[in-house]
């Protein structure tokens, strides 16, 4: 096998990458398990760990990205901040029973505050 990797079939490459990647940040890692930081890390098991965030982003770009093929990064973070105003506080899903997270936590919120006088 040649010496440099630029020359290793792309298989190879990538397991390259991610060793050095998880290497530069061993020591990010280490100073967060000292304080008890739980890390979260792709692995065997952990095949829903994203989930939630894959859909969100999904529907982001579906809804919101695709459609309007932002230009600039200045116009993306503009673009994207008044979808997420949106998808919080207008935009029903079916998850929630048809609310908006934003009432969904408003309900969550009033429950529990009338959990806690009823006590």
Avoid at 28 to 53: C, H, P, W, Y
Wanted: aromatic fraction near 10%.
């Amino acid at each position: 096998m040649p010496d440099h990797p630029s020359s290793w079939p792309a298989a190879e490459q990538h397991v390259i990458s991610a060793e050095t990647a998880l290497e530069k940040h061993r020591k990010d890692i280490e100073r967060l398990s000292k304080r008890e930081v739980q890390i979260s890390m792709d692995g065997k098991g952990r095949a829903l760990d994203n989930v939630f965030t894959e859909r969100l982003w999904r529907t982001v770009k579906y809804e919101d990205v695709y459609l309007r093929d932002y230009a600039t990064p200045k116009e993306t973070r503009a673009g994207l901040g008044s979808y997420f105003e949106f998808y919080n506080l207008e935009r029903p899903h079916q998850a929630l029973g048809y609310r908006t997270p934003a009432e969904f936590k408003a309900s969550c919120l009033t429950e529990r505050l009338v959990d806690a006088v009823l006590q």
